[in-house]
């Protein structure tokens, strides 16, 4: 039958750690399964228990990670443009100097309402914060009882080591040499189920040795988490004692700069209204005193009306003259024609009258 053989793993142990691999060794009895099955079990169920009182500690609204913590503060910042505070106030919309200090509240209404955020994300970092410094030192606690782990694996797999030594070196040999004498077939069957034994503790050992390396691989990757933690650690502090503060005397800079911009605004507005006034003003006197003094030099009546006047009467006498004389004409042609309507008349009657006598 084809043997698994164990890892070669060189063990370095005290000597009271090595006494008590051998105590081990000596208690550990091959021939019976269970035994051998939980061979080192003490060693991880100690790990085991430590993970399990961490992660009662842990309840699910703490598991907020910073970086996402961080992420948010920066996307809520990234939206307050420093530039853009209170930019469409007043002038543009407003009248000379009105509301001046009404849009100016509404100014300071929105940093208070930014504050309020950065001062709410500090409470949320400074939590977190908090959360990291446990996290550490419960990874230091893992990493302690990982060491310890590593230590109780060593001494479990040099008392495997031994005791395979002495079952292959010495039971092993015994059985051989016995089933080989016997023609009893049960001293060949002991001889099988030794070796089967030896398979087993040979992958017990083999398993201790694999929980070994990992263990090994288990305490860098505990110091990065760790080293993950203090840095976060250190970008939270920067932020809460460095950025914050910044940001806030950006905004008080904010502040003065838009009471600057507000009084340039009114200050330049006023000059340039004033400028306008005077010039309008002056423009509107030179046009009234032009009219002035021009219609001071107009006499009583201007010559072109006389002129007009005149032309007219003459126009109006002449109009006159000529229906005086048509006037004449025409009443001198009526009298013709009454003078012939009455010769007419009396010519006609007289006719009549001769008819009547014949």
């Known amino acids: 039958m084809t043997q698994e053989s164990s890892i070669a793993i060189e063990v370095r142990l005290s000597e009271a750690e090595r006494q008590k691999a051998i105590a081990l060794s000596e208690q550990l009895n091959p021939f019976d399964t269970v035994s051998t099955l939980v061979f080192g079990k003490e060693a991880l169920q100690s ?116 005791r395979l030594e002495k079952l292959k070196n010495v039971e092993l040999i015994e059985l051989k040499e016995k089933a080989d004498q016997s023609v009893d077939p049960l001293d060949s069957q002991a001889f099988r189920d030794a070796l089967q034994v030896m398979s087993r503790l040979e992958k017990r050992i083999h398993n201790l040795s694999l929980a070994r390396m990992a263990a090994i691989q288990t305490a860098p990757q505990i110091r990065l988490s760790q080293e993950g933690n203090k840095m976060l650690m250190e970008d939270i502090q920067d932020i809460i004692h460095n950025t914050l503060p910044l940001w806030k005397r950006q905004f008080l800079i904010a502040i003065s700069n838009f009471e600057k911009e507000k009084a340039l605004k009114v200050t330049r507005a006023v000059k340039d209204y004033t400028n306008k006034q005077y010039i309008r003003n002056a423009e509107k006197l030179k046009a009234l005193e032009e009219q002035i003094s021009e219609n001071y030099q107009r006499g009583i009546l201007d010559i072109e009306s006389l002129q007009t006047v005149n032309q007219l009467m003459i126009e109006t006498l002449k109009n006159t003259l000529s229906h005086v004389k048509e006037g004449r004409i025409k009443r001198q042609q009526a009298g013709k024609a009454l003078e012939q309507a009455e010769t007419d008349l009396k010519f006609a009657l007289q006719e009549t009258f001769d008819e009547t006598r014949v």
Do not use: C, W
């Not at 007043?90 to 100014?107: M, Q, V």
């Open 47 to 162: 790990i085991t228990a430590f993970s399990d009182r961490v992660l009662a500690d842990v309840r699910a609204k703490d598991t907020g990670d910073a970086g996402d913590i961080l992420h948010a503060m920066v996307t809520n910042m990234s939206s307050s443009q420093f530039d853009e505070l209170g930019k469409e106030s007043f002038l543009s919309r407003l009248p000379l100097i009105g509301e001046l200090f009404h849009s100016f509240g509404k100014f300071v209404k929105g940093f208070d309402t930014i504050k309020a955020l950065l001062d709410e994300l500090a409470n949320k970092l400074e939590a977190q914060e908090v959360k990291l410094v446990q996290d550490i030192h419960q990874l230091d606690g893992l990493y302690d009882e990982n060491l310890a782990l590593l230590h109780q694996l060593d001494i479990y797999i040099h008392a495997g080591n031994h």
